[in-house]
C-alpha cells in the first residue's frame, strides 16, 4: 500500500484507489461526497442487529436526513470520510465507510469508525480501510486516532491490535483504543 498517496485537503471526489480483497473481491475507493447519502442508508439499511449495535453501541434504526447529512457533507480535512464499493457486484454497491472526524479540543486527534456491510465482513476490508483513512488522517495533521469499542466486539478489537492501540475501559463494556498514526 505504500503507492497510495492520501487525499489532498481539498478532496477531489474523482480520486480513485483500486484493491483487491483477500478472497479475490475487487474494490474502489473514493471520497464520499454528499450524494452518496442514498446508497449509505441504503447500507445502514442492510446492517444486521449486531452490526447495528457493534458499530453504534446501541438502538440505532435508521439514518435521519440529519445524520446522513453529517455523514456526507465533509470539509476533508477536519472531517474526512471514503467509500468502498464492490466494482463486481451488480449496481456497484458501496460496501464500507470509513471516517474521521477531528476532536474540537485536540487538533491533532481524530476519532475514527469504519463499517464493513456483513457480507463483505472478514475479508480485510476493514483493515485496509482504516489504512487508508490513516493515511488520509496524517496528510492532514492528526497524529492519533482515539475510537470506542465494545468490549465483546472481537473482530474490531483484532483490527485495533493489529494497529498496535493501546485499549483501557472507558466505561463499563466499552474500551477506548489510541492508535498513534505513523509520519508518512
Do not use: C
Not at 470509513?98 to 475479508?123: K, N, S, W
Request: glycine share 8%; no cysteine; net charge neutral.
Amino acid at each position: 500500500m505504500s503507492a497510495m498517496r492520501a487525499v489532498p485537503r481539498e478532496a477531489d471526489p474523482h480520486s480513485r484507489i483500486h484493491i483487491t480483497l483477500l478472497d479475490g473481491t475487487r474494490v474502489v475507493l473514493r471520497p464520499v461526497v454528499p450524494s452518496d447519502a442514498d446508497g449509505i442508508a441504503h447500507g445502514f439499511d442492510h446492517l444486521s442487529e449486531e452490526s447495528r449495535y457493534r458499530r453504534f453501541m446501541g438502538g440505532l434504526k435508521r439514518l435521519t436526513p440529519a445524520v446522513l447529512t453529517r455523514l456526507t457533507v465533509l470539509d476533508y480535512h477536519d472531517r474526512f470520510a471514503w467509500l468502498a464499493i464492490a466494482v463486481d457486484e451488480p449496481g456497484q454497491p458501496g460496501i464500507a465507510v470509513a471516517r474521521y472526524v477531528r476532536l474540537h479540543g485536540d487538533p491533532t486527534t481524530a476519532e475514527p469508525a469504519v463499517t464493513v456491510i456483513d457480507e463483505f465482513q472478514g475479508r480485510g476490508l476493514g483493515t485496509i480501510m482504516l489504512d487508508v483513512l490513516a493515511r488520509s488522517a496524517r496528510a492532514n495533521g492528526i497524529e492519533r486516532f482515539v475510537a470506542y469499542a465494545l468490549v465483546d466486539n472481537r473482530p474490531v478489537l483484532a483490527i485495533l491490535k493489529r494497529n498496535g492501540a493501546r485499549l483501557r475501559v472507558s466505561e463499563p463494556g466499552v474500551y477506548e483504543a489510541i492508535i498513534d498514526l505513523p509520519a508518512a
